[in-house]
């Protein structure tokens, strides 16, 4: 049943897949992620300087067409909120945009840290219920780690919390 599911997954995602999203030099594989909603296809890119990314996702809309969004980083399910929020991190930091993927709405939404996260690498994780992301910095020069909370409704606001 499992196999048949992923068929099916692989075969509407066919038009989506069709072209290459990211560097066309660079490796390219596809993931399957599982939503409250239902399955997504990640499109990943392999790049030089930072690795692995997911590049483009793509799934079924409520009309039963295939809808692809273009991304782009690390990715950080939320399945009960069927949303995405991915950090696009390199050699030298991660970038203090931050995107969410909102299934439900076939929308893409940028939120920014509040302060440069330059030569700075952090996690994502999302809050045990609802659509709050928390955002934690590495230590850096004996500081504490920075901490920051996204709340993702219309768009994404994130704000400093704690030292």
Same mark, same amino acid.
């Given at each position: 049943?499992?196999?048949?599911?992923?068929?099916?997954?692989?075969?509407?995602?066919?038009?989506?897949?069709?072209?290459?999203?990211?560097?066309?030099? /660079?490796?390219?594989?596809?993931? !399957?992620?599982?939503?409250?909603?239902? $399955? &997504?296809?990640? @499109?990943? *890119?392999?790049?030089?300087?930072?690795?692995?990314?997911?590049?483009?996702?793509?799934?079924?809309?409520?009309?039963?067409?295939?809808?692809?969004?273009?991304?782009?980083?690390?990715?950080?399910?939320?399945?009960?909120?069927?949303?995405?929020?991915?950090?696009?991190?390199?050699?030298?930091?991660?970038?203090?945009?931050?995107?969410? /993927?909102?299934?439900?709405?076939? !929308?893409?939404?940028?939120?920014?840290? $509040? &302060?440069?996260? @330059?030569? *700075?690498?952090?996690?994502?994780?999302?809050?045990?219920?609802?659509?709050?992301?928390?955002?934690?910095?590495?230590?850096?020069?004996?500081?504490?780690?920075?901490?920051?909370?996204?709340?993702?409704?219309?768009?994404?606001?994130?704000?400093?919390?704690?030292?």
């Amino acid at each position: 049943m499992k196999r048949l599911g992923l068929l099916l997954v692989l075969l509407w995602s066919l038009p989506a897949l069709g072209k290459q999203c990211g560097d066309p030099s /660079a490796k390219h594989w596809s993931t !399957v992620l599982h939503l409250a909603v239902g $399955p &997504v296809m990640l @499109q990943w *890119t392999g790049v030089r300087e930072s690795g692995q990314a997911v590049c483009r996702l793509s799934y079924r809309n409520k009309q039963g067409q295939t809808q692809a969004l273009e991304v782009w980083g690390e990715p950080e399910p939320n399945v009960t909120e069927n949303l995405i929020a991915f950090a696009s991190c390199a050699d030298d930091g991660c970038d203090n945009k931050i995107l969410v /993927a909102d299934i439900i709405r076939g !929308v893409v939404l940028e939120g920014h840290l $509040p &302060v440069s996260t @330059q030569q *700075t690498y952090f996690s994502l994780k999302w809050a045990a219920s609802g659509r709050t992301l928390s955002i934690e910095g590495e230590s850096f020069g004996g500081q504490p780690p920075r901490r920051f909370t996204c709340t993702v409704s219309e768009g994404v606001d994130c704000a400093t919390s704690g030292i």
